[in-house]
Each structure stands twice: as structure tokens, then as C-alpha cells.
């Protein structure tokens, strides 16, 4: 779950008019913090990227699914999957 301090960068980059990877970004950062912290652990800085992404998609940012050939199937499958949550608003 990101920080409400890293949504309010997102959403403020948003308005900017700044591109979805500069508001991805703001999530990237936040797990590479978390690593450098020691919060949680992660296998690699690839990994790190991916949850940042992940949580970006789920968050309403408009990232683009990776490549067909450049991932595996399930992994483009799974943006998708955060692609569409993010769409959504909660009702909470």
C-alpha cells in the first residue's frame, strides 16, 4: 500500500501535466527507500521497479503494459490486472 504522501506526489505530477512514468516514479522511489531502510527486502533493484509499478497501475497511474517478447506472459498479465483495479475507485 503506498504512502499517502507518495499518492499526493503522483497526483501532483498529475496535474503538472508531467507523463506517467515521472508520476510512477514518485512509487519507484518510495520502494527504493523502503530497500535502502531495510523494510523489506527485495532480490534485486528490478524487482524493487516492479512493485513500484505494480502499485503505480493500482494507484490510477496510466503506465504502459510491457511488450509482448520483452516479459513473461503471467507478468503482462498481471499489469493488466493492475491496469484495471486502478481504473476503479474505491469505496472506502
Known amino acids: 500500500m ?4 507518495t499518492l ?3 497526483a501532483a505530477d498529475k496535474r503538472a501535466g508531467k507523463s506517467a512514468s515521472t508520476q510512477a516514479g514518485e512509487f519507484v522511489k518510495e520502494q527504493v527507500d523502503k530497500v535502502r531502510a531495510g523494510k523489506h527486502g527485495v ?6 521497479i516492479a512493485i513500484g509499478l ?3 497501475r493500482r494507484a ?6 510491457p511488450k509482448k517478447g520483452t516479459t513473461s ?12 483495479a486502478g481504473q476503479h475507485k474505491s469505496t472506502a
Open 2 to 5: 503506498p504512502e499517502q504522501k
Open 8 to 10: 499526493k506526489r503522483a
Open 43 to 48: 532480490r534485486s533493484a528490478r524487482q524493487a
Open 54 to 56: 505494480s502499485e503505480a
Open 60 to 65: 490510477g497511474v496510466a503506465v504502459k503494459l
Open 73 to 84: 506472459e503471467a507478468t503482462r498479465k498481471k499489469a493488466e490486472k493492475d491496469s484495471a
